[in-house]
């Protein structure tokens, strides 16, 4: 399994913006499909965004899409979602997985994901 680490999380104003990062500890991301999927309190995790492994293919929730972007830089092994236009139903935990040889087919199934980081809170309040 690869680990993950997570970062950029924080408290933001409504309408504020946050870029969440992914970085393995020790291996190439290039080769996996990046999930962000989000959680609250008693609630499953939910599928946020995705990016294949292969052509770049990105999949969103609708209740992000035109406000969070999804992106990867292979030279820094690093996968970033831009969240822009954020409201307090964005609060939650940000958790990104790794899903080897992936195109994003399976998303937003989290079991499919094989390695998760720790999350990373986000919270949306005036």
């Known amino acids: 399994q690869v680990q993950l680490v997570e970062s950029g999380g924080g408290l933001v104003q409504p309408g504020g913006s946050l870029t969440l990062s992914c970085a393995p500890a020790?291996?190439?991301?290039?080769?996996?499909?990046v999930g962000w999927f989000s959680q609250v309190p008693g609630k499953e995790r939910e599928g946020v965004s995705c990016?294949?492994?292969?052509?770049?293919?990105?999949r969103y929730d609708d209740s992000v899409k035109d406000r969070f972007t999804i992106s990867r830089d292979n030279e820094k092994n690093t996968v970033y979602l831009q969240m822009n236009s954020l409201k307090p139903e964005d609060t939650a935990v940000y958790y990104c997985?790794?899903?080897?040889?992936?195109?994003?087919?399976?998303?937003?199934?989290?079991?499919?994901?094989?390695?998760w980081g720790q999350g990373t809170q986000v919270t949306v309040s005036s």
């Open positions: 997985a790794a899903d080897l040889w992936g195109n994003c087919s399976t998303w937003p199934q989290a079991s499919e994901f094989e390695s």
């Open positions: 990016i294949s492994s292969t052509d770049g293919t990105t």
């Open positions: 020790r291996w190439t991301l290039g080769y996996y499909a």
